[in-house]
């Protein structure tokens, strides 16, 4: 079955730097565009950043400029590397992807605080 694993979160102070990793499993991992999503308390889940499968890349406004998405197809992983943290972009982190049906990963928490 599908299984995206993702780890890389953390405690960081504002202006710090973190990367997000996810591990995918049981998908042919080339073909497929990948998502970093966050929910933050009290917030509805949004979509992050995209990669597609040519290596395309996407992101919400409030993160251009900070954050980079990028994929390993021969490590079947996608990582998000996220600098100049700010307390807004504490949350926590999904990776995604779907064909018929959406899969989601664990979540990973960040939490930029002084």
């Known amino acids: 079955q599908v299984q995206l694993v993702e780890s890389g979160g953390g405690l960081v102070q504002p202006g710090g730097s973190l990367r997000l990793s996810c591990a995918a499993s049981g998908i042919i991992f080339r073909s497929y565009a990948m998502n970093w999503y966050r929910q933050a308390p009290g917030k509805q889940r949004e979509l992050v950043a995209t990669i597609t499968r040519g290596g395309t890349t996407n992101y919400v406004d409030s993160v251009k400029g900070r954050f980079t998405i990028s994929r390993d197809n021969a490590k079947n992983t996608v990582s998000l590397q996220m600098n100049s943290l700010k307390p807004e972009d504490t949350a926590v982190y999904y990776c995604?992807?779907?064909?018929?049906?959406?899969?989601w990963g664990q979540g990973t928490q960040v939490t930029v605080s002084a």
């Open positions: 995604n992807t779907r064909d018929v049906r959406s899969y």
